[in-house]
């Protein structure tokens, strides 16, 4: 399922969510099937969807377009 990383700068917090886990269990893909459509490792992907890395832009791009979805899909975000 997706989780979320609590984010604190300049005074801001912020809770984000990646929801890379459940757009690619609805792409019926699994995490080799992704690493080969997005050139993202499989090691950085299962380090997004646990909640051990905060994903680069461009990284986030990559698993979007494999994935065929917006890149607003793979996250929420929470501003306090």
């Known amino acids: 399922?997706?989780?979320?990383?609590?984010?604190?700068?300049?005074?801001?917090?912020?809770?984000?969510?990646?929801?890379?886990?459940?757009?690619?269990?609805?792409?019926?893909?699994?995490?080799?099937?992704l690493e080969h459509a997005s050139g993202v490792s499989r090691t950085a992907i299962d380090e997004i969807e646990n909640n051990r890395r905060m994903p680069r832009f461009d990284t986030m791009v990559r698993l979007s377009l494999a994935l065929e979805c917006d890149i607003n899909d793979l996250f929420r975000c929470e501003i306090r």
Do not use: C, H, N, Q
């Not at 984010?7 to 609805?26: N, P, Q, S």
């Open 1 to 33: 399922s997706s989780l979320s990383i609590p984010w604190t700068k300049y005074g801001v917090k912020m809770k984000i969510e990646f929801l890379v886990w459940d757009r690619r269990r609805k792409a019926g893909m699994t995490i080799r099937e």
